[in-house]
């Protein structure tokens, strides 16, 4: 049974910094048959993807909104995802998930409805 947990999020000041962690199990990221994506939702508006990192080859995808600030990575090791935050504005305030899609890819995708499994998410409030 594929879990996803999510786990990292909390209050930061603008500017600041905060790293995420999404933990696997059901499936072991190593063996190159699942993209992990981290999604963000704010109230009132849609999903947006922030986020992903291809089955093989470790490819990454990042939005304008976040790119040179946000930083996916993977640790096989640990079944581990993780999203590296910084810069942090208030505009990033959201509900943070991690999904899975079972693609077996050099590239990754950031449309929700690709994707197979997902965490509970995690809050993250940017304000002074």
């Known amino acids: 049974q594929v879990q996803l947990v999510e786990s990292g999020g909390g209050l930061v000041q603008p500017g600041g910094s905060l790293r995420l962690s999404c933990a696997a199990s059901?499936?072991?990221?190593?063996?190159?048959?699942?993209?992990i994506g981290w999604f963000r939702q704010a109230p009132g508006k849609e999903r947006e993807g922030v986020s992903c990192?291809?089955?093989?080859?470790?490819?990454?995808y990042y939005p304008d909104s976040v790119k040179g600030r946000f930083t996916i990575s993977r640790d096989n090791a640990k079944n581990t995802v993780y999203l590296q935050m910084n810069s942090l504005k208030p505009e990033d305030t959201a509900v943070y998930y991690c999904?899975?899609?079972?693609?077996?890819?050099?590239?990754?995708?950031?449309?929700?409805?690709?994707?197979?499994?997902w965490g509970q998410g995690t809050q993250v409030t940017v304000s002074s």
């Open positions: 999904a899975a899609e079972r693609r077996v890819a050099t590239l990754c995708v950031l449309s929700a409805g690709e994707y197979d499994y």
């Open positions: 059901g499936f072991t990221l190593a063996l190159g048959y699942y993209a």
């Open positions: 990192i291809s089955s093989r080859g470790g490819s990454t």
